[in-house]
């Protein structure tokens, strides 16, 4: 119940500085957040309020995104822009039963984490925690759907050729001039829109009908409207796209159509089983109801965990409505890698997303699958074939199974270190700050170990997936900078739509030093500016293995102890 009291707290404390100034909200927020953290370290014992203060801060972080002052600013800024400037208004379709099918989906899936708080044993509360966190990261896109639906409007500006959404939390810029594709669809594909099937996309969704649905693609972001007068408002903005394309409309089944039951399905258990631990929690719970011994809930558990392995591939295409690619050129060009690569049975399939990236998937080589999204197969066939050969690799050398086994045997020495050094562990509970240090020690190691094998994995994936193309290490490395660019140019237009302040991320660029810090100890990819240099200037794997070992060390350093070494 204290858990619940803080994040409600947290989250009115949020909302309220949302409305007031920005320099009053900081205070606010200042002064809130350190009284709350004094009354919970004065009612409970030290280790006790750790607990409920992780429990506000990630409550915080997360609902930050939500009430955003920059995005209330460009709010602002667009409603004094329409007050001064001709517009047409885009009326929507509202239909409640719209809305309620979405609070439905979300009810069902948030069910089966609040069915396993309520029931699971005290013997797991760490699961139960994360249980907790899951539903409050469920919750902010889900409060920015309801919110859409009861607030968003949508206006043309036909002088200025820009198309405005003005909500209650934020608003959009849209410049016509990057409109990329428009689509007629007879629905809303309500299975591909909800918050939580979201995956590998940036969907913006406007659609409060289970009318005709207008899908409009720009540069980095795709919204998806039911207007009133959907043909009048289809041929008008068809009018901004470059390339002609063939009027059709797109046939979309209701959720409720028995040949959706399968989709349904799948991405439900994406739902609990990946985005969320409710899965693996209530199977735990189950075991535990029933009194099985230790040893059967660990069989039970790793058999779990093999048949997920199992279906991964299944899942994943399920979860994203992935397309396999079975003709073209992409199609042939993947053959070709492929087949280099000796994985001829790897199938190929397509993400529709506006994200630039491509993953492997699958635990053994016979059973391999590549995605793509769709985003990535607009670039440069030379870049989708540097990006085919380094997942191409991923699937020969099973990299899949090599960061799971990693995982569990990162866990198991965990557990057994945990398990001799019990009683010396038991001792400092009585010293609960020297116990927090250590906690959080050894969860900083286990996430530096498991980083460390992934990005082990992605540099090795560089060098042999440079093998199979024609220009070898350059082919590569003037991929993923191909890759890297697109992304940033999609990102920093998909945050110009929402915000007021210029957003100029380069990912192929030597960042900040904590920057750095972060993404070499803790991501599982090392930055791509280090990946992207070490290829054009060596060619040997075993030599830039080592490379890789000095620059999770050195590149992780502030820029000042490598200036005063080298000033020495």
Known sequence: MQLFIISVITILLTCISFILPKKVSVGLLLIGSCSMIVYLLMTNEFFEAVLPLSVMFVTYFSFSVVFDHDKKLKKQQLQQKLSVTNFQIVELKRDVRRILMDICLAGAIAGVSVICLLFIPEMINTLKYLLGYYLILMLPPFLNRLVDYFFAKVYMLPEEQVLVIISLLEARELPMEHLEAIQKQSNPDILRLHPSFAFLAERKDYTISFSTVLRLTFSGETMYLTPVNVEAWYMYWNRFIQVDQVETEKNILPIWHRSNIKRLLWKGYFAISVKGVAAYTALLTILIFLHC?????????????????????????????AEEVTAGELYHISQEIFSKAGITGTRLYVIDSDVYNGFATGTHIGKGTIMLTSATTKLSWSAVKAILAHEAIHIKKRDVMVNQIGRVMLMIVLGFGIFLSFNGLKQLIEQPLLLIVLINLLWAIFIICLSGVAQWTEVRADYL???????????????????????????????????????NHNSIERGSWLLRFMEFQFMPHPPLYWRIQQLCKEENWNRTRKAWLVARIKESLPDFFQHKRVNL
Do not use: C
């Not at 991964?312 to 399920?318: C, G, K, P, S, V």
């Not at 440079?466 to 920093?492: F, I, S």
């Open 293 to 321: 011994p230790w040893y059967v809930i660990t069989v039970f558990v790793f058999l779990w965990w093999l048949f997920n392995m199992y279906i991964a591939d299944r899942l994943l295409i399920n979860a994203s409505d």
């Open 465 to 503: 997936g440079a093998e199979l193309l024609e220009a070898g290490n350059r082919h590569m490395a003037d991929g993923l900078k191909e890759l890297a660019v697109a992304q940033d140019q999609a990102t920093n237009k998909a945050l110009q739509y929402s915000n007021l302040e210029e957003n």
